[in-house]
């Protein structure tokens, strides 16, 4: 039953790969069951610093996003909006490192990062820098939509976004409590200067923490978002957003927005999102080389994954993981740190939601 669809998948992957328009006339063949993966970071997730009510709080949080997702394939939609779709959810949520409630620069500025792209054609857009869109992955979406380009960076994407009609939000929006607590803590124990509270806000007292685990030791970088997904008609795609690495240098830009490292997708192999310290990722092209090993090395997705993470990036003494999809439905995750936020669901199955590295 499983080979029989894998071998249906591989025909419309080719199809929509090399002949993209030919691919919409086949829509009633492909009757291929979609399938998605998420994440919402790697990094050292104890269970003592998480606590039962953070458990909770997250693995909520990961249900709801999933949802979102799944909701857009079961309806038919494309990979590409069930990964937009579902990354604006996480990006809305103050509990990850991405859009509201993402990191601070040692400066104390949300500089944040996103990547999509569709394995259908291998178009992409990536934005790095920006400060104002509520949804950076929509962003780097109208890049690939309504530029030539694929990256855009600072504050030319910033002014791109309220060209492009994207919902724009103030500093004060991205502001948690959690996150400016976690980057003072940091910068103080670094000897570093601390800066002033962002202007708007709200005095300190006044909020309330959004999750312990943000103010443990070693976490201060959880919370970067992905998602890989698979749509009826046999495409994939992927998308990863993140406000990078807490107390970065300003301009300093990671893996997320580049594409092959902390993103990628192609119809030929599979679409990876990654996690982790960007520096490896960049160096080790992590999302393409796992891609790279299911193209050319015939590996299945999950090995290729391990390969990758479990030697390639712990013999850089890298942190982080990736999740990823094929075509024929494989799905993967892979992570060399005690935890990774993630979850994932096939079309008439149900969502598996993990956090520890002792959990399947
Ligand atoms: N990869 C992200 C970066 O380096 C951070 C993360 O995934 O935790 O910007």
Same mark, same amino acid.
């Given at each position: 039953?499983?080979?029989?669809?894998?071998?249906?998948?591989?025909?419309?992957?080719? %199809?929509?790969? /090399?002949?993209?328009?030919?691919?919409?006339?086949?829509?009633?063949?492909?009757?291929?069951?979609?399938?998605?993966?998420?994440?919402?970071?790697?990094? /050292?997730?104890?269970?003592?610093?998480?606590?039962?009510?953070?458990?909770?709080?997250?693995?909520?949080?990961?249900?709801?996003?999933?949802? +979102?997702?799944?909701?857009?394939?079961?309806?038919?939609?494309?990979?590409?909006?069930?990964?937009?779709?579902?990354?604006?959810?996480?990006?809305?949520?103050? $509990?990850?490192?991405?859009?509201?409630?993402?990191?601070?620069?040692?400066?104390?500025?949300?500089?944040?990062?996103?990547?999509?792209?569709?394995?259908? !054609?291998?178009?992409?857009?990536?934005?790095? @820098? /920006?400060?104002?869109?509520?949804?950076?992955?929509?962003?780097?979406?109208?890049?690939?939509?309504?530029?030539? *380009?694929?990256?855009?960076?600072?504050?030319?994407?910033?002014?791109?976004?309220?060209?492009?009609?994207?919902?724009?939000?103030?500093?004060? *929006?991205?502001?948690?409590?959690?996150?400016?607590?976690?980057?003072? =803590?940091?910068? =103080?124990?670094?000897? =570093?200067?601390?800066?002033?509270?962002? #202007?708007?806000?709200?005095?300190? @007292?006044? %909020?309330?923490?959004?999750?312990?685990?943000?103010?443990?030791?070693?976490?201060?970088?959880?919370?970067?978002?992905?998602?890989?997904?698979?749509?009826?008609?046999?495409?994939?795609?992927?998308? !990863?957003?993140?406000?990078?690495?807490?107390?970065?240098?300003?301009?300093? #830009?990671?893996?997320?927005?580049?594409?092959?490292?902390?993103?990628?997708?192609?119809?030929?192999?599979?679409? #990876?999102?990654?996690?982790?310290?960007?520096?490896?990722?960049?160096? $080790?092209? +992590?999302?393409?080389?796992?891609?790279?090993?299911?193209?050319?090395?015939?590996?299945? $997705?999950?090995?290729?994954?391990?390969? +990758?993470?479990?030697?390639?990036?712990?013999?850089?003494?890298?942190?982080?993981?990736?999740?990823?999809?094929?075509?024929?439905?494989?799905?993967?995750?892979?992570?060399?740190?005690?935890?990774?936020?993630?979850?994932?669901?096939?079309?008439?199955? =149900? +969502?598996?939601?993990?956090?520890?590295?002792?959990?399947?």
């Amino acid at each position: 039953m499983r080979i029989a669809w894998g071998v249906c998948m591989v025909a419309g992957m080719m %199809t929509a790969a /090399v002949h993209p328009a030919m691919s919409q006339g086949m829509k009633s063949e492909a009757a291929h069951h979609w399938a998605i993966v998420v994440h919402g970071g790697a990094g /050292v997730i104890a269970r003592p610093e998480l606590g039962p009510k953070g458990e909770a709080a997250y693995r909520a949080s990961l249900a709801r996003a999933i949802a +979102v997702g799944a909701k857009v394939l079961d309806a038919g939609g494309t990979a590409m909006d069930a990964v937009e779709a579902t990354v604006k959810v996480f990006e809305d949520d103050p $509990l990850f490192n991405a859009g509201r409630g993402a990191v601070f620069t040692a400066e104390g500025k949300n500089e944040m990062d996103a990547a999509i792209m569709d394995g259908a !054609t291998l178009r992409a857009g990536a934005v790095a @820098g /920006v400060t104002q869109p509520r949804h950076p992955i929509s962003l780097a979406r109208a890049v690939m939509e309504k530029t030539h *380009y694929v990256m855009m960076a600072g504050p030319g994407a910033d002014a791109f976004s309220v060209q492009a009609g994207l919902e724009q939000e103030p500093p004060a *929006y991205f502001f948690t409590e959690s996150r400016w607590q976690s980057l003072v =803590k940091q910068l =103080k124990k670094e000897g =570093k200067p601390v800066p002033p509270r962002p #202007v708007g806000a709200p005095p300190p @007292g006044q %909020t309330v923490p959004v999750a312990q685990l943000n103010e443990a030791e070693g976490s201060r970088n959880y919370g970067t978002v992905g998602v890989v997904a698979l749509d009826r008609k046999g495409n994939i795609a992927a998308g !990863t957003s993140t406000g990078g690495l807490q107390g970065k240098m300003p301009g300093r #830009v990671g893996d997320s927005p580049i594409i092959g490292a902390g993103t990628y997708a192609s119809n030929q192999s599979c679409a #990876v999102s990654g996690t982790g310290t960007g520096e490896y990722f960049i160096r $080790l092209e +992590v999302a393409r080389e796992v891609c790279n090993l299911v193209q050319f090395r015939g590996m299945r $997705l999950q090995q290729a994954a391990d390969e +990758v993470i479990h030697k390639e990036l712990d013999a850089l003494h890298g942190d982080g993981g990736v999740i990823a999809i094929t075509p024929d439905g494989q799905m993967a995750w892979s992570f060399n740190t005690p935890g990774m936020f993630r979850a994932r669901q096939a079309e008439g199955g =149900k +969502v598996e939601i993990g956090i520890y590295n002792d959990e399947p």
